[in-house]
């Protein structure tokens, strides 16, 4: 059975920091892009930060570039998000995906297999 379980979330303060990770189980983790998503009330969902399966390739919105870091280790089936510096504006569900990996970082949605079950993140100012 395919799972994403991510970590819990939780409400911070503006320039605080926040620490997300994603477990995955019922597949071969190392074989998929993963890829961090959020969605804002009202908003549909939107790419925040990606890595390839060997972890050479990573990419960032704008938005969070210089702030966020994506890592993952294929050993332990995780996948972390770290936040620094965060601004109201970064409030949502995140959510942690998966797609079958082709050498690259893909910024829809709709191309990712897996997801998890998301987890909010509030910042407030």
């Known amino acids: 059975q395919v799972q994403l379980v991510e970590s819990e979330g939780g409400l911070v303060q503006a320039g605080g920091s926040l620490r997300l990770s994603c477990t995955a189980s019922?597949?071969?983790?190392?074989?998929?892009?993963m890829a961090w998503f959020r969605q804002a009330p009202g908003k549909e969902r939107e790419f925040v930060a990606g890595i390839t399966w060997s972890g050479v390739t990573i990419d960032y919105t704008d938005s969070v570039k210089g702030r966020f870091t994506i890592s993952r280790d294929n050993a332990k089936y995780t996948v972390t998000l770290q936040m620094n510096s965060l601004k109201p504006e970064d409030t949502a569900v995140y959510y942690c995906g998966a797609k079958l990996r082709d050498g690259r970082i893909h910024y829809r949605s709709d191309d990712y297999m897996y997801w998890g079950q998301g987890t909010q993140v509030t910042v407030s100012s």
């Open positions: 019922g597949f071969t983790f190392s074989m998929y892009t």
